[in-house]
Every structure is written in C-alpha cells, then in structure tokens.
C-alpha cells in the first residue's frame, strides 16, 4: 500500500473521530501529530494525511456545499459519517489538491468507501464525486 493511501486512512479515522465525538478535527489533528513523532517510520504517509486534514478544514464549508449539491436529496447530517468523511477527503483532493489527478482522488475515495462503510457506499461515493468533478 503506497504511503499516501495509508495517508488517507489516517486522515479518514482523524476525520471520523471528529464527527462522531463532536470535537474539533483540529484537536485530534493535533494529538495524532504528538503520536506520529514517536513514530518516525511513519512519518510520509503522516504528513499527507495531515495536509488532508488541513486541508478538509480550511474548506470545510466549500467541501460541504459541493457534497450537499451534488448528492442528490441528501442531507449531509443524515449521511452516514464515514460516508461524510470520505466525501469530504475526495472532495479535498479532487477540486483542491492540484498534485493528485481527480480520477485517482475518486478512486481512492471510493475504494476508502467500500473498505470502511456500507456494500453501497462505494457507488454512493462516486456517484457524488464524479457529479462534483463533471461540474468543475
């Protein structure tokens, strides 16, 4: 598995934690940091993974209009928030990450989405990423 696939693995539970604790993605954002440095061997696929944290909450409410306008009467508080984070991760890449194709951001969202969610969350998830990516 390639460093920034572990990366977004990372960067998915950080997100999840946040929104299922209700905390700030920040803070736990900055407890992994501490983690991560007593782990040098971990150290590539942390980095990426905290510019996608970064990056998620820098563009939170873009991110979340494109999802909300994209998918199709869903509500993005009645999504599932694994399906919320993910969406969120290939929102991120896909429209503001310019170093990853918008095909490979897809991918490995959707990818992310058949690992950790639902057997439909796969088809879910591209559905709404690949709307998002026509529309740019």
Do not use: C
Not at 62 to 67: A, N, R, S, T
Not at 96 to 117: G, R, W
């Amino acid at each position: 598995m390639s460093a920034r696939s572990k990366a977004r693995k990372r960067a998915l539970d950080i997100l999840f934690q946040a929104d299922v604790r209700g905390e700030d993605p920040a803070a736990i954002l900055a407890a992994e940091a501490s983690r991560a440095a007593g782990e040098p061997d971990r150290q590539s696929s942390w980095l990426y993974a905290r510019d996608i944290v970064d990056g998620v909450i820098d563009h939170r409410d873009e991110i979340d209009e494109q999802i909300v306008t994209h998918a199709r009467d869903w509500k993005i508080e009645r999504m599932p928030a694994v399906d919320r984070a993910v969406l969120r991760i290939g929102v991120w890449e896909a429209v503001f990450n310019d170093e990853v194709p918008v095909a490979v951001a897809i991918d490995e969202a959707v990818e992310l989405a058949k690992e950790y969610s639902t057997d439909e969350a796969g088809s879910f998830v591209h559905g709404v990423l690949a709307r998002i990516a026509r529309s740019a």
